[in-house]
């Protein structure tokens, strides 16, 4: 893997972790919906009307179009409403853990739906990553069984779902069609249902346009949304799924690093321990093909 993908991979999960930040502190000036539809639609309209600018060629085909819906539904419908309504009940930290712990499922969708291939030593560094996220996970767990925690996991749950059958979903078609056109498309398709829903469910009027709202919602549009999906595409064009989706592991160091910053939670002996062993799994899933050959036999 080049220094320049590598890169483009820290970046979007650092990107990623900002995301429950940022609907913290928008959410209490907007209903939970309409802010998620206005999110989708700003990140859509920028990278489509890009996409326009540098005269890029626009997906084609049924399946394209097909898959481009599956993206959106998971990745920006499902997705986003998981980690607005998650936001409610849970801290950002713990959030932003639990949500990207799908690398493992990702990795098994990518063998069954795309033909990738991993050896032992990979599936090791899949199973201790994991193994890592339960250990950064447990303090707070343990702290937050009492607070509405039970209905935040399962609004994260939704959101991982979503966002693992997208990018298995986005690897099958990534290298096919014009990455800026397409992630700006899927998102805009997945803006729709969010759109429906807010409209039967929400008072728009509601809506603060305070400067920290403003802020928050360009943030996660332009940077959380736009930006690091383009980023994402571009890594999958590249990288297969099984080897750059582990690093989404990082996103939970990120995460608890930025809620101890802004939020005052402290990372613990335990959860630097697990960030460790995250670390390491990162390190297994991606040496280089003959070393992971050798170790598997061992």
Known sequence: MSLTTTTKIVMAMLLWALCFPLITAGLQYSPHLTFATLRAVLAGVALVLIAIFLRRPIPHGRRT??????????????????????????????????????????????????????????????????????????????????????????YIVLAAVGVTISNVAIKSIAGEVDGLFAMGFQMLIGSVPLAVAALLLEDQSAIQWTSVFVVSLLGLALFGSALVYWLWFSVLEVVELNRAIVFSFLVPIFGLTIGALFFGERLSAVQLFGILLVIVGISFVNLKGRLQDQLSKI
């Open 65 to 154: 179009w097909l898959t481009l819906c599956v993206v959106g539904v998971g990745a920006t419908s499902l997705g986003f409403v998981g980690m607005f309504h998650a936001a409610e009940f849970v801290s950002p930290g713990l959030a932003t853990v639990v949500a990207n712990a799908q690398p493992l499922l990702a990795a098994m969708l990518g063998v069954a739906w795309l033909g990738e291939r991993l050896a032992k030593v990979g599936w090791g560094g899949l199973l201790i990553g994991f193994a890592g996220i339960l250990v950064i996970a447990l303090p707070q767990l343990a702290n937050e069984v009492q607070d509405g925690t039970a209905i935040g996991f399962a």
